[in-house]
């Protein structure tokens, strides 16, 4: 529980850990771009952290990566990333392909439940 109360910085290749409460301020201050992997029927039942890009794990790779003309153009203003699925653990493995993909400071932010217990709106 104690990883959801503060923020860790990435270093290196490694994925940090990011605040809930953190994540939220920073995403509405447009600091942070949030990713959420999940795939569109999760979407469809639970909603989306306000404001999130969706980039669902199949076409991760081809809109995330700076080299592929299908990139996200949110993706190369070099801004912090942070990423969730429902329980931290796909997002997780999208956050290291990230730093793979040559991206800077990458996060963890968890499920979709870590977002709105940090106070971040859920739209649907």
């Known amino acids: 529980m104690l990883n959801f109360l503060r923020s ?4 290196g290749n490694r994925v940090g ?9 920073m ?11 999940r795939d569109g029927m999760e979407l469809r039942a639970s909603g989306k952290a306000a404001g999130a890009l969706h980039v ?3 076409a ?5 990566d700076p080299a592929s003309p299908e990139c996200l153009p ?3 203003q070099g801004k912090p990333i942070a990423l969730y ?3 931290g653990a796909r997002s997780a493995g999208a956050a290291q392909m990230l730093l793979q993909l040559g991206h800077g400071t990458v996060y963890n ?6 977002w709105h217990a940090g106070g971040g709106k859920i739209e649907r």
Do not use: N
């Open 85 to 87: 699925c429902a329980s």
């Open 74 to 76: 949110e993706l190369k």
């Open 60 to 64: 991760f790779r081809m809109k995330c």
């Open 109 to 114: 932010l968890g499920g979709l439940y870590d």
């Open 17 to 25: 850990r990011i605040a809930p409460q953190e994540a939220v301020r």
């Open 27 to 37: 995403a509405e201050a447009g600091e942070l771009i949030v990713i959420d992997v």
């Open 56 to 58: 669902p794990l199949m």
């Open 8 to 11: 860790s910085a990435p270093s």
